[in-house]
């Protein structure tokens, strides 16, 4: 099944700033091994590599690299609370870029991957997990976590959250909230190593997809993209490899 961006007719669609969702998504026939809004346990890679071309309006992806333990070499993998963040099932860059190009491939044209990273991917190596994809950087926001962690230097208080779409690359009739600001403040309850801000996620949803859309996350941890799709009348399709049962801190 192919889509494309189709305008409604009779809508207004003028002005940069319009906030009139004109693409639509096509209507998608799931495979029976995958279930909508509920926590599965499997492989990104095998759910994703399940989805047709051109069918998803928005991904999320929280990639599960070593990042700052690797760069840094704090020595600190075995305090309690570290163990737990390093126990979790590791991606190489090679899978990394295997989720972007299957991410790429599953998205409807002009659809968005909001993918989750460090600063240290931010300044050095991220571009060349998107090598190869139809995706491009559109936008960036920086999740201020209002709460200081580690760092030799200056020590880290955010992540940041780069936002991709597929080609062709557009805002009028597919972004549809215009007043997000780049630096978004939320606390959030730690229940696993890298939860996300759910309210973040939400808005972003809000802003990309139609009531009732299906979004992705193949690798959901808390399944923190799972509740802000809850929030927004949205539906949720997504996984992870492995159950994490513990409260993280
Ligand atoms: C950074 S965490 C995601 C956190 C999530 N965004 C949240 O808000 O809680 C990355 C997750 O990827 C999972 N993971 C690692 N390899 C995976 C794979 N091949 N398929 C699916 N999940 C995987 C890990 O178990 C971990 O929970």
């Given at each position: 099944?192919?889509?494309k961006?189709v305008m ?8 940069v700033?319009?906030?009139v ?6 209507k998608?026939?799931?495979?029976t091994?995958?279930t909508?809004n509920t ?5 990104g ?37 570290n ?24 998205l ?9 990273m ?25 999740w ?44 959030i309850k730690?229940?696993?190593p890298h ?5 973040l996620?939400a ?11 299906l ?16 929030q ?9 490899i ?8």
């Amino acid at each position: 099944m192919v889509a494309k961006p189709v305008m409604k007719p009779n809508e207004p669609t003028t002005g940069v700033f319009s906030s009139v969702r004109t693409l639509e998504c096509p209507k998608i026939k799931l495979p029976t091994a995958l279930t909508l809004n509920t926590r599965i346990k499997m492989d990104g890679l095998d759910l994703l590599g399940m989805l047709d071309d051109n069918t998803i309006p928005a991904a999320f992806f929280d990639p599960q690299f070593r990042g700052v333990y690797d760069k840094m070499k704090y020595g600190n993998e075995h305090t309690s609370r570290n163990h737990v963040r390093v126990k979790l099932p590791q991606m190489s860059e090679e899978v990394i870029s295997k989720f972007a190009k299957e991410i790429g491939r599953a998205l409807i044209p002009s659809g968005h991957l909001f993918l989750w990273m460090d600063k240290f991917h931010l300044c050095t190596d991220f571009r060349n997990w998107i090598n190869g994809t139809p995706l491009s950087v559109v936008d960036m926001l920086t999740w201020d976590k209002g709460k200081m962690g580690l760092g030799y230097r200056t020590r880290h208080q955010t992540e940041f959250c780069v936002i991709l779409q597929k080609e062709p690359r557009r805002a009028k009739g597919v972004w549809t909230i215009r007043n997000i600001p780049d630096v978004w403040r939320e606390k959030i309850k730690k229940t696993h190593p890298h939860n996300k801000p759910v309210q973040l996620q939400a808005k972003l949803i809000e802003a990309t997809t139609a009531e009732n859309d299906l979004v992705v996350d193949p690798a959901a941890g808390s399944f923190s993209v799972f509740e802000a799709c809850r929030q927004m009348g949205r539906n949720f399709l997504g996984c992870d490899i492995a159950v994490y049962d513990g409260a993280a801190e």
